[in-house]
C-alpha cells in the first residue's frame, strides 16, 4: 500500500510527458518548467527528478517523442503497400488526417522552438530532409526520375508545412473532399475512383470511432 502511494506521489514519466506536451503545444517550450508542470499535475517538485535527471531531459524527451512519431510514422507511410503512384500518397496522407500517426500541432511547436535553438533546428532540418527523401524514393519506386521525385516530394512536404506553420482550420469533409485534386497536383495522375472510396472510409471510419 506505501508503494502504491509513493508512485502516485511521483507520477509517471508518461504523465509529466503528457503535462510538457500541453504546456508546449499551448504556450512554447519557455513555459515548460518544472514548477509549473508540478502544480498543473498536483505533484511535488521533486517528485519530478525521480524520471527526469533535470529540465533538458524533459525537452529532449520531447524532441525524440517527435521525431519518433512524426518523422517515423511519415516514413513507414511512405514505405506503406500500393500499386499505383496515387494510393501510395494517399497513404501518406492519412498522416494529414490521423493523430495517431503525426502530431502537427507538435510539428507546429518544435518550428517555432527551433527558430531560437540552432541544435534544434539542425535535427528539424535533418528531419525534413529525411521526410523528402523518403517521399522521393516512392516517387522513384513508380518511374519518376530522381529530379521530379525530388521536387514533386519537396512539394508535397512544403504544402503541409505550410498548412502547419499557417495552422489552416479547415473541416473534415473539405480536407476530404480535397485530397482527389491534391493528388493529381502532386502525382500528375488522377486517383482511381476506388482508390478514393477506399480513403475516404477508412478516415470516416476512424472519425465514427473517436466520436462514438
Excluded at 494510393?87 to 511547436?109: G, M, R, Y
Excluded at 530522381?146 to 498548412?163: C, N
Amino acid at each position: 500500500m506505501a508503494e502504491k502511494q509513493t508512485k502516485r506521489q511521483r507520477g509517471s514519466e508518461q504523465a509529466w510527458l503528457e503535462a510538457a506536451y500541453a504546456v508546449l503545444t499551448e504556450s512554447g517550450v519557455e513555459a515548460v518548467k518544472v514548477m509549473p508542470l508540478a502544480k498543473r499535475l498536483g505533484l511535488t517538485r521533486t517528485s519530478f527528478y525521480w524520471h527526469f535527471k533535470d529540465r533538458d531531459a524533459l525537452l529532449e524527451a520531447m524532441i525524440t517523442r517527435w521525431e519518433d512519431h512524426n518523422t517515423g510514422n511519415l516514413i513507414s507511410q511512405s514505405r506503406a503497400y500500393a500499386e499505383t503512384i496515387t494510393e501510395a500518397v494517399l497513404n501518406i496522407f492519412d498522416c494529414w488526417l490521423d493523430t495517431s500517426l503525426f502530431d502537427s500541432k507538435l510539428d507546429l511547436a518544435i518550428r517555432n522552438w527551433a527558430r531560437n535553438d540552432p541544435d534544434l533546428q539542425a535535427r528539424l532540418d535533418q528531419a525534413d530532409s529525411q521526410r523528402i527523401a523518403a517521399i522521393a524514393a516512392t516517387f522513384e519506386r513508380f518511374g519518376y526520375t530522381a529530379s521530379q521525385a525530388e521536387v514533386r516530394s519537396m512539394t508535397l512536404i512544403y504544402t503541409q508545412i505550410g498548412y502547419i506553420s499557417m495552422q489552416v482550420d479547415e473541416d473534415w469533409d473539405t480536407r476530404l473532399n480535397k485530397a482527389p485534386d491534391y493528388i493529381e497536383v502532386f502525382t500528375g495522375e488522377s486517383p482511381s475512383e476506388s482508390e478514393i472510396n477506399r480513403f475516404v472510409s477508412r478516415h470516416n471510419r476512424r472519425r465514427y470511432l473517436l466520436s462514438a
